[in-house]
C-alpha cells in the first residue's frame, strides 16, 4: 500500500476499500491527497455510501445523471468524474471550467479524475460517444457538460428553496454558495449537498443555460487543475498502480512482425536466475515473458532468453502482419514514389483530369512528395496490470483513451461478460493517439494471460526497446501532383496518394471505400481551384499503422501546401498574395491570413539578412484540421548544413475557446512536435526490422532547437472546433517552404535530415 493511506483514520480506511479491490486507485488517491474522507462526499455514486436517489430512477440521458459525475465535501471541494481522458492536453481544467461555469463553482475548486466505463459517461453530441482524441472531447461534449452542470446547480437551488420555505426564483448562485438577497442569508454548495442528494435531477429541458456573456470563467486563462499532482510527482499513471501480491513480468518480442516461438532453448537457466516467477511462451502475441518479484529481474532475464523463432506461416494471425525479411522502408517508399496507378476518387470537382491530359507542357507541373513512418514517442512507456478475483471477475489497469472499447475487447478476449471486468483508466503520460485500442500493439491482453496463467496480479510494462519495436506507425505515403497555371491562377489540380490509411490498417480496408483519413489535408481545400480531383492509391503496409498527432492531416498538409508554394512560383506570384488571392471569397481564413502576417510584422519572404547576421527566409502555410483553422509562418536559417527554425508566428481559429492559456500550450506543443517531424523523426527499417530501438537512433526536437513561437488566437464564433491536432500541420510545410526559398530549390521529403542542405 501507498504511504500515504496511513493518514486516514481506520473507519474512513475501511469504508474506501470496503468492496474494493486491495489495489490503491486514483479515486482513492485524489482524495487523500485533497485531505478528504470519503465519508463527507454527499453526491455519489461508484463508492460503498448512500445512493442519491436519483440514481434509482429511470435510465437517463448520457450527461444528465448528476450524481455519477459529482461529488461535493462540506468544505465545497467538488469532484468531478471526467469523460475524457488527461493526458497533458488539459482536459480535466477544460471541463472543471465548463462544468464549473453553469453549476457556478470556481474551477479551482475541482479535483478531476478519469471517469469509469458505462452510458453515463457517453456524452459526445456527435461520433463514437467518448474517445479522447480526434481533438473531439471539447467541441463534442461542450454543450452536454454545460447542462450537466447547470442541473445539479439546479439541485442545489431547490434544496435551499426547501430549506429556507421560500420560492426558488428568489434565490440565486455566487460562486460556490446559494444565497437568498431577501434576507441576505447564504449556505454553501457543501452544506446543501447532503439535501440535494435526495432530489430528484431535474428535466433536462428545465433547466437554461448562461448566456455567453456572463461567463465567468470559460474564455478565460484558468489555471490547470492538475498541476500539483504533477509538479511534485504525485500523478499515479499506471505504471504507478500496484496490488497486493503482484508480480511484474517483462517480454522479449519476436524481432520481426508475425513470428512466433517455437521454444525457449534455455529456460531451465532463465528460471533459475534471481527473482524470477516463471517462464512463459505468449503464442499469440509472438513474444516471451518472464514473470519475477520485481521488474528489474524480469528484465534482465527476459534479455537472456534464447528463443528459436519461426518464420510468418499462413495467414495473418491476431492482427498481426508479417513482416519480410527484406522489408525496406526506403525501398517501400521507392515503390510508393514509382506508382502508375489512377486510385479511386476521394474528392472530384468539375473536370480535372481532362484538363490536365489535354494542357499545354508550359502551363503543366507536377511533383510527387514522400512523407515517413514516425513512431508515438510518448514519454510512459506502455503498461498494464491485470487481477482476475476469487470470484472470476476481472479488473484491469491501462492507459487507453476509449475505456469501454477497450473493455469491450477485454471482455471478448477473457471469455468473461462486461459485468465482470472493472476498467480504470489512469491519466496518461502523453500520447499523440499511442493509446487508441490496438490490442496486438499493447501489453494488456499479455497482462491477462500472465495473471491468468500465475494466479496472481501481473504488471507488464514493456521496455523502450520493446515499444520502439511494436509501436504502430503513422503511415508513408508518396502523392503525385499535377496542376495547370493559366493567367497566374490554378485552373486544375489533381492529388494522388500512394498508400494506407490508418484507419483501414486498424480496422480493415472496404474496397468500396477510400479512406478519409488517407486524403485529409489533401481534399475539402478552401483554396478556389475550379477543377480538382484528389485520389488514393491502395498499397498496403506490412507494418502496423495507427493514429498519430493530427493523423492524416500531419502529411498531407505538408505536401499540400508545399505544392501550392509550387503552383505560386510557377504562376510568378508571391505566395502569401497567391493564398490571398485562392482565399477572397472566405473572409474567415482571409482575416486568419491577416493576422498571422500582422503577428510576424509583415510578411517577407527573403532570403534577407538577420540583424545577427544569419541569413533567413520565411515559409507560410495553412491548414484545417478538425474543425479549426489555422495558418504558420516559420522563419529559418541553415547552419553547417542543418536547418534552424528560429521563430514559428501561428494564428488559430477554433471558433470559440474555452481556455486561452491551454490552447496557447496546445499549439506550442503542436509547434514542437511539428518540427520534430519535419527536421529529423524517421522511423527506418532495414531487413525487416525498426534500425531505431530508443531515442538515441530516433532523435526527437530537443529544447535547444525548439523555436520561439508567436500564438494568436480567433474567436471569429464559427461552430467550436478542436485544438489539440489543429496547430500541427501547417508547420512543416511552412519551415519546408522557407527552407526551399532559402535554398533555391524545391524539397520534397520529409524529415529534412534526409535531404542534402548546403547551398
Given at each position: 500500500m501507498k504511504s500515504f493511506t496511513s493518514s486516514l483514520t481506520d473507519a474512513e480506511f475501511a469504508e474506501l476499500t470496503h468492496a474494493q479491490p486491495v489495489n490503491v486507485s486514483r479515486r482513492q488517491f485524489l482524495l487523500s491527497s485533497a485531505g478528504l474522507a470519503a465519508g463527507?462526499?454527499?453526491?455519489?455514486?461508484?463508492?460503498?455510501?448512500?445512493?442519491?436517489?436519483?440514481?434509482?430512477?429511470?435510465?437517463?440521458?448520457?450527461?444528465?445523471?448528476?450524481?455519477?459525475?459529482?461529488?461535493?465535501?462540506?468544505?465545497?471541494?467538488?469532484?468531478?468524474?471526467?469523460?475524457?481522458?488527461?493526458?497533458?492536453?488539459?482536459?480535466?481544467?477544460?471541463?472543471?471550467?465548463?462544468?464549473?461555469?453553469?453549476?457556478?463553482?470556481?474551477?479551482?475548486?475541482?479535483?478531476?479524475?478519469?471517469?469509469?466505463?458505462?452510458?453515463?459517461?457517453?456524452?459526445?453530441?456527435?461520433?463514437?460517444?467518448?474517445?479522447?482524441?480526434?481533438?473531439?472531447?471539447?467541441?463534442?461534449?461542450?454543450?452536454?457538460?454545460?447542462?450537466?452542470?447547470?442541473?445539479?446547480?439546479?439541485?442545489?437551488?431547490?434544496?435551499?428553496?426547501?430549506?429556507?420555505?421560500?420560492?426558488?426564483?428568489?434565490?440565486?448562485?455566487?460562486?460556490?454558495?446559494?444565497?437568498?438577497?431577501?434576507?441576505?442569508?447564504?449556505?454553501?454548495?457543501?452544506?446543501?449537498?447532503?439535501?440535494?442528494?435526495?432530489?430528484?435531477?431535474?428535466?433536462?429541458?428545465?433547466?437554461?443555460?448562461?448566456?455567453?456573456?456572463d461567463f465567468r470563467w470559460i474564455g478565460k486563462g484558468v489555471a490547470r487543475v492538475d498541476v500539483y499532482e504533477k509538479s511534485t510527482g504525485k500523478a499515479e499513471y499506471t505504471i504507478d498502480i500496484k496490488a497486493d501480491g503482484?508480480?511484474?513480468?517483462?517480454?522479449?518480442?519476436?524481432?520481426?512482425?508475425?513470428?512466433?516461438a517455437a521454444k525457449i532453448l534455455n529456460q531451465a537457466q532463465v528460471e533459475a536466475m534471481y527473482g524470477v516467477h516463471s517462464v512463459h511462451i505468449l503464442a499469440g502475441a509472438g513474444a516471451v515473458a518472464v514473470v519475477a518479484e520485481h521488474w528489474w529481474n524480469a528484465k534482465r532475464a527476459v534479455e537472456a532468453v534464447q528463443v528459436e523463432w519461426l518464420a510468418a506461416q499462413g495467414a495473418e494471425q491476431n492482427n498481426i502482419r508479417h513482416m519480410p525479411a527484406d522489408f525496406s522502408s526506403e525501398a517501400f517508399s521507392e515503390l510508393l514514389a514509382k506508382r502508375t496507378e489512377p486510385g479511386d476518387d476521394a474528392e472530384t470537382k468539375g473536370e480535372a483530369v481532362k484538363l490536365l491530359n489535354s494542357a499545354s507542357p508550359e502551363a503543366l507541373i507536377s511533383a510527387t512528395?514522400?512523407?515517413?513512418?514516425?513512431?508515438?514517442?510518448?514519454?510512459?512507456?506502455?503498461?498494464?496490470?491485470?487481477?482476475?478475483?476469487?470470484?472470476?471477475?476481472?479488473?484491469?489497469?491501462?492507459?487507453?483513451?476509449?475505456?469501454?472499447?477497450?473493455?469491450?475487447?477485454?471482455?471478448?478476449?477473457?471469455?468473461?461478460?462486461?459485468?465482470?471486468?472493472?476498467?480504470?483508466?489512469?491519466?496518461?503520460?502523453?500520447?499523440?493517439?499511442?493509446?487508441?485500442?490496438?490490442?496486438?500493439?499493447?501489453?494488456?491482453?499479455?497482462?491477462?494471460?500472465?495473471?491468468?496463467?500465475?494466479?496472481?496480479?501481473?504488471?507488464?510494462?514493456?521496455?523502450?526497446?520493446?515499444?520502439?519495436?511494436?509501436?504502430?506507425?503513422?503511415?508513408?505515403?508518396?502523392?503525385?501532383?499535377?496542376?495547370?497555371?493559366?493567367?497566374?491562377?490554378?485552373?486544375?489540380l489533381?492529388?494522388?496518394?500512394?498508400?494506407?490509411?490508418?484507419?483501414?490498417?486498424?480496422?480493415?480496408?472496404?474496397?468500396?471505400?477510400?479512406?478519409?483519413?488517407?486524403?485529409?489535408?489533401?481534399?475539402?481545400?478552401?483554396?478556389?481551384?475550379?477543377?480538382?480531383?484528389?485520389?488514393?492509391?491502395?498499397?498496403?503496409?506490412?507494418?502496423?499503422?495507427?493514429?498519430?498527432?493530427?493523423?492524416?492531416?500531419?502529411?498531407?498538409?505538408?505536401?499540400?501546401?508545399?505544392?501550392?508554394?509550387e503552383m505560386a512560383d510557377k504562376a510568378g506570384v508571391d505566395p502569401y498574395q497567391f493564398r490571398k488571392q485562392l482565399l477572397q471569397d472566405n473572409p474567415r481564413l482571409s482575416h486568419l491570413l491577416e493576422v498571422v502576417v500582422a503577428s510576424a510584422g509583415g510578411w517577407q519572404r527573403g532570403p534577407f539578412t538577420a540583424e545577427d547576421g544569419t541569413k533567413r527566409a520565411r515559409g507560410i502555410a495553412m491548414a484545417s484540421p478538425f474543425g479549426t483553422e489555422a495558418a504558420a509562418i516559420a522563419e529559418v536559417s541553415i547552419e553547417?548544413?542543418?536547418?534552424?527554425?528560429?521563430?514559428?508566428?501561428?494564428?488559430?481559429?477554433?471558433?470559440?475557446?474555452?481556455?486561452?492559456?491551454?490552447?496557447?500550450?496546445?499549439?506550442?506543443?503542436?509547434?514542437?512536435?511539428?518540427?520534430?517531424?519535419?527536421?529529423?523523426?524517421?522511423?527506418?527499417?532495414?531487413?525487416?526490422?525498426?534500425?531505431?530501438?530508443?531515442?538515441?537512433?530516433?532523435?526527437?526536437?530537443?529544447?535547444?532547437?525548439m523555436a520561439k513561437v508567436h500564438v494568436s488566437i480567433v474567436e471569429s464564433g464559427a461552430k467550436m472546433g478542436g485544438i489539440g491536432e489543429p496547430g500541427l500541420p501547417a508547420i512543416p510545410p511552412a519551415v519546408v517552404n522557407a527552407v526551399s526559398q532559402l535554398l533555391g530549390r524545391r524539397i520534397r521529403t520529409m524529415p529534412l535530415s534526409r535531404s542534402s542542405l548546403e547551398d
Open positions: 463527507a462526499l454527499v453526491l455519489s455514486v461508484g463508492l460503498p455510501l448512500r445512493q442519491a436517489r436519483a440514481a434509482e430512477a429511470k435510465p437517463m440521458a448520457a450527461g444528465t445523471r448528476v450524481p455519477a459525475f459529482l461529488q461535493i465535501t462540506p468544505d465545497n471541494r467538488i469532484l468531478l468524474q471526467s469523460p475524457f481522458v488527461e493526458g497533458g492536453q488539459g482536459i480535466f481544467t477544460a471541463m472543471a471550467q465548463i462544468v464549473g461555469e453553469e453549476l457556478d463553482a470556481d474551477p479551482a475548486s475541482f479535483i478531476v479524475e478519469n471517469a469509469p466505463t458505462g452510458p453515463d459517461f457517453k456524452v459526445m453530441i456527435a461520433g463514437p460517444g467518448r474517445i479522447t482524441g480526434g481533438s473531439m472531447s471539447v467541441r463534442f461534449s461542450y454543450p452536454v457538460m454545460r447542462k450537466l452542470g447547470a442541473l445539479a446547480r439546479q439541485m442545489l437551488l431547490q434544496a435551499a428553496a426547501a430549506e429556507w420555505k421560500v420560492a426558488i426564483d428568489e434565490l440565486a448562485t455566487e460562486p460556490g454558495k446559494v444565497v437568498h438577497g431577501k434576507t441576505q442569508r447564504s449556505l454553501s454548495y457543501g452544506e446543501l449537498a447532503i439535501k440535494a442528494l435526495d432530489l430528484a435531477v431535474p428535466d433536462p429541458d428545465s433547466v437554461s443555460l448562461k448566456d455567453p456573456k503482484m508480480l511484474h513480468a517483462a517480454v522479449q518480442h519476436a524481432p520481426r512482425l508475425g513470428m512466433t512528395y514522400r512523407t515517413q513512418y514516425v513512431h508515438h514517442a510518448q514519454l510512459e512507456p506502455p503498461s498494464a496490470l491485470a487481477q482476475f478475483h476469487p470470484d472470476g471477475s476481472l479488473e484491469v489497469w491501462l492507459p487507453n483513451q476509449a475505456p469501454d472499447m477497450f473493455l469491450a475487447d477485454i471482455a471478448k478476449r477473457s471469455g468473461l461478460t462486461a459485468d465482470k471486468v472493472t476498467l480504470h483508466s489512469p491519466i496518461l503520460g502523453g500520447f499523440f493517439g499511442r493509446h487508441f485500442l490496438y490490442p496486438a500493439a499493447s501489453p494488456y491482453p499479455q497482462a491477462i494471460e500472465l495473471a491468468k496463467a500465475v494466479g496472481k496480479p501481473v504488471k507488464v510494462i514493456w521496455s523502450r526497446e520493446e515499444e520502439f519495436l511494436r509501436d504502430p506507425l503513422r503511415p508513408m505515403a508518396a502523392v503525385r501532383l499535377r496542376a495547370e497555371i493559366k493567367d497566374n491562377k490554378p485552373v486544375a489533381e492529388a494522388i496518394s500512394s498508400c494506407e490509411g490508418p484507419s483501414e490498417g486498424i480496422y480493415g480496408r472496404d474496397p468500396n471505400k477510400v479512406d478519409g483519413t488517407a486524403v485529409e489535408g489533401l481534399s475539402g481545400k478552401s483554396y478556389a481551384i475550379p477543377n480538382v480531383r484528389i485520389a488514393r492509391d491502395y498499397v498496403k503496409n506490412p507494418t502496423m499503422l495507427a493514429y498519430w498527432r493530427s493523423v492524416g492531416n500531419s502529411m498531407n498538409d505538408f505536401v499540400y501546401e508545399c505544392f501550392l508554394d553547417h548544413g542543418q536547418v534552424r527554425v528560429h521563430h514559428v508566428w501561428e494564428a488559430v481559429d477554433p471558433g470559440s475557446i474555452v481556455n486561452p492559456a491551454i490552447i496557447e500550450a496546445q499549439v506550442n506543443s503542436a509547434v514542437a512536435l511539428g518540427l520534430s517531424q519535419v527536421l529529423m523523426e524517421e522511423v527506418v527499417y532495414k531487413k525487416g526490422k525498426p534500425l531505431a530501438r530508443n531515442y538515441d537512433m530516433y532523435p526527437i526536437l530537443r529544447p535547444d532547437e
